[in-house]
């Protein structure tokens, strides 16, 4: 029976992007996908710098880069159209080193990374399986699926298993673990177009609709693509609503039929749910698989990657070394409070849309003197896990540093990173993956700032422990020897 390191059940963004992660640590890799191909229709449409980020650990960024365009932000207008809070995003570098938001078009991310995946040797990708058992053993996994084109069911083994299968996780029921809603569930009809030439007088941002007759978004993608969402009341038929004449008539106020290709049209359930346990054993949940929230931050696909990003260094940890059950454990400690921080943000925003909302979307809001509203994104820390509660470094991110064109991330894509300050004169093991800070004045300051002369940095680019002293680092190296080497 063929034995892999990882198998990834499902290849969306979530599945494509760990398996990416992982193929940079050269394990054999099986991607199984039920479907044919990618599916060829955009859903998300935004993501942010720290995704950005993960995409650039990848190698992806130089080609994907040109079909991303720079997001300005969102304002949410009441039904008279007047702006009742603003949600800037800066045209600004932030400390992920890149701008705090892109708009892009889905199939676009998935043909990258499909395309990157090709140039590793040990990474297999079967489209048409549909996996149908997984049994969790002791020592590896078992999965048995069936290739649908010659009906042939088969049988494989692997080291670890990862369901990013979406929302309806054949991985999730295989767990046997249940996923608990948390309260927003709504159609929406989703219409994509594509204008057929450029139209200046429609907005340059996103704009919510804060309309209680009808709660809408429109969302001006990339080139000429432009979405519009609106809510569906539940007398409401869906197929009159899906007609052409009461999409047009619909979208009369921005547009007339003759300026745009409706690229389709659709409804979906926005939902808010997480699954219980993300891991069972030596298999895990990631991406929709394990939590579903409305789409009004545009953080659904985001969160999956941030999944990802912290599973796969851990897995890889694992395969290096040998399985850590208390490391694995922390995938789902660190990430569902994360995650539920953002289901629980997006569903005060959808109840804001909505024109229900009766607490503020984030603490983040604050009026300028003429009473003008406005928000700021949210950056949650990482859940209890890896590292010491009472270090208030713990779990945030840590900035992308270039110096002289050299990037530090890739100093530590792979395993943890020590980071001290140029005070630091004493030797430590040779097999310590260690950055001594002599140049590089912006990470001085940043230091400096933290009050810290170093700090232990994770693959996923989160801080893992402050060093307060100079006397502290050979401790804490050593206490972190294992991650570090
Ligand atoms: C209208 C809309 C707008 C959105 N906008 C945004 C946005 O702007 N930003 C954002 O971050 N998110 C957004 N999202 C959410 C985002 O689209 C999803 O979170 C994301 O696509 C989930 O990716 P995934 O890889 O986890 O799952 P999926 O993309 O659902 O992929 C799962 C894959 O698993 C495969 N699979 C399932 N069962 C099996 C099986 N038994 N065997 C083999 N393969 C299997 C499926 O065929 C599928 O290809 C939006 C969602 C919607 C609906």
Not at 269 to 275: D, G, I, K, P
Not at 287 to 304: R, S, V
Request: aromatic share 10%; charged share 30%; net charge positive.
């Amino acid at each position: 029976m063929k034995k892999y390191d990882v198998v990834i059940v499902g290849f969306g963004p979530t599945g494509g992007t760990l398996a990416n992660l992982l193929a940079l640590q050269g394990f054999s890799i099986l991607v199984l996908e039920k479907e044919k191909s990618f599916y060829p229709l955009p859903r998300a449409v935004h993501f942010d710098d720290e995704i950005m980020r993960v995409f650039e650990t990848i190698g992806i960024t130089n080609n994907f880069l040109k079909h991303t365009i720079i997001n300005k932000g969102t304002k949410f207008v009441d039904k008279k159209n007047r702006v009742i809070l603003d949600w800037p995003r800066p045209r600004e570098i932030t400390e992920n080193g890149w701008y705090p938001s892109y708009r892009f078009n889905q199939p676009d991310l998935e043909r990258e990374l499909r395309k990157k995946l090709k140039s590793y040797k040990k990474v297999e990708i079967r489209q048409s399986s549909n996996v149908k058992k997984i049994i969790n053993k002791k020592n590896d996994v078992n999965i048995i699926f069936e290739d649908i084109n010659s009906k042939k069911i088969l049988n494989i083994k692997s080291k670890y298993l990862i369901g990013c299968d979406g929302a309806n996780s054949i991985t999730r029921s295989q767990m046997k673990t249940k996923m608990n809603n948390l309260g927003f569930t709504q159609k929406w009809a989703v219409i994509d177009l594509i204008l057929n030439k450029d139209k200046k007088n429609l907005p340059d941002r996103t704009i919510q609709y804060s309309n209680p007759t009808r709660p809408a978004t429109y969302c001006r993608n990339v080139g000429k693509r432009r979405r519009w969402e609106f809510a569906i009341k539940k007398n409401e038929n869906i197929e009159t609503i899906l007609s052409d004449k009461y999409i047009w008539n619909f979208l009369k106020p921005w547009l007339k039929k003759k300026e745009a290709q409706m690229e389709r049209k659709t409804i979906y359930t926005f939902q808010s749910a997480l699954a219980k346990n993300w891991k069972k054993g030596r298999i895990f949940l990631a991406g929709d698989a394990a939590h579903l929230m409305p789409p009004f931050m545009g953080q659904g696909m985001c969160a999956g990657i941030r999944d990802v990003s912290n599973l796969a260094w851990k897995i890889s940890h694992c395969l290096n070394n040998k399985h850590d059950e208390k490391l694995l454990k922390t995938y789902q400690s660190e990430r569902f409070s994360n995650v539920k921080e953002y289901i629980e943000t997006t569903m005060r925003m959808g109840e804001f849309v909505n024109a229900i909302g009766k607490s503020p979307i984030t603490n983040n809001i604050s009026a300028d003197s003429k009473g003008r509203k406005s928000m700021k994104s949210i950056k949650p820390k990482l859940g209890r896990g890896l590292g010491e509660v009472k270090d208030k470094m713990r779990g945030k991110i840590f900035p992308q540093f270039k110096n002289n064109k050299k990037n530090l991330d890739v100093r530590f894509s792979k395993k943890s990173i020590l980071v001290v300050s140029g005070k630091f004169k004493k030797t430590l093991s040779k097999k310590i993956n260690f950055y001594k800070n002599k140049s590089d004045k912006k990470l001085s300051k940043y230091l400096q700032n933290l009050k810290v002369e170093g700090l232990i940095v994770r693959p996923d680019r989160f801080v893992l422990a402050s060093i307060k002293n100079l006397k502290e680092i050979k401790l804490i190296s050593k206490k972190n020897l294992k991650l570090l080497i």
